[in-house]
């Protein structure tokens, strides 16, 4: 497994797990470099950059599928706007927050929600939680604001269902993950949705303080060989091991200045 954290794949070997191709692909082509994403993109609201990335990515549609993971209140802001979504919360607390924001707003049509954390593997694993803040890695809640908020309010451990993303979706338009270090075990259960063939664009949060780089960058890895090129808002740069950035990754497999209406 990558770093010894996770299981690669309960079914196979990590030699034959699909994921290996595209990523030793990438490793081949040396350090992965961020580029600057060149048109404008609102950086304040995921719901609105994904939206846009998605029309620069030329898979707009007035209605179309989000799959959202991690505080996936995104998926209310998409639904108001006649697009479905699939939502994943590990955390019991903020999957009945949102439930009750879905069921309030008479939205349960549009937005498919799921209490779980998603990986490679099907079962149950443990999270880690620090007041509103949740991932499968104990590294991501032992740094920066989450440190704070463990020595405010403590930190919980719980156990919780996971899967692949495989297992409920095969198809979407856009996907966001804000799941905190987590990132390269989702896409490497989400074989579906990556090899569909459509656009697909992915806004992803990329951390270099929540997990060690060789196992971070798997997931950048895994996207750039299946022919993404992954942007950031704020400059081009080159991922290192001594990369030190926190923010937002906009992966697209080719993007071109468009105007869409919702």
Request: aromatic residues 10%.
């Amino acid at each position: 497994c990558i770093g010894g954290t996770l299981p690669v794949d309960e079914t196979s070997s990590q030699g034959d797990a699909w994921w290996m191709a595209p990523y030793q692909e990438s490793l081949g082509k040396g350090p992965i470099q961020i580029e600057h994403f060149p048109y404008s993109i609102d950086t304040d609201s995921n719901s609105v950059g994904l939206t846009q990335l998605l029309c620069y990515a030329g898979g707009w549609q007035k209605k179309s599928a989000f799959v959202d993971i991690g505080l996936p209140t995104e998926s209310l802001d998409f639904a108001k706007k006649g697009h479905t979504s699939d939502a994943f919360e590990a955390r019991k607390d903020g999957y009945d927050s949102l439930k009750e924001m879905v069921d309030g707003s008479k939205l349960q049509d549009k937005i498919n929600l799921h209490n779980m954390a998603l990986s490679n593997f099907s079962g149950t694993i443990k999270i880690y939680e620090a007041r509103d803040s949740s991932s499968i890695l104990k590294s991501a809640v032992d740094v920066g604001p989450e440190l704070d908020k463990r020595k405010e309010e403590g930190l919980r451990e719980t156990m919780v269902k996971v899967a692949p993303l495989d297992e409920f979706v095969t198809r979407a338009d856009a996907m966001k993950i804000d799941t905190q270090g987590a990132e390269p075990e989702i896409f490497m259960g989400a074989q579906k949705v990556l090899n569909s063939g459509l656009p697909f664009p992915i806004l992803m949060e990329y951390c270099s303080r929540l997990r060690g780089f060789d196992e971070l960058s798997v997931g950048v890895h895994i996207l750039r060989g299946l022919g993404y090129t992954c942007y950031s808002a704020k400059a081009t740069f080159t991922l290192r091991q001594d990369t030190e950035f926190c923010g937002d990754f906009y992966c697209a497999k080719a993007i071109t200045q468009a105007t869409c209406q919702e």
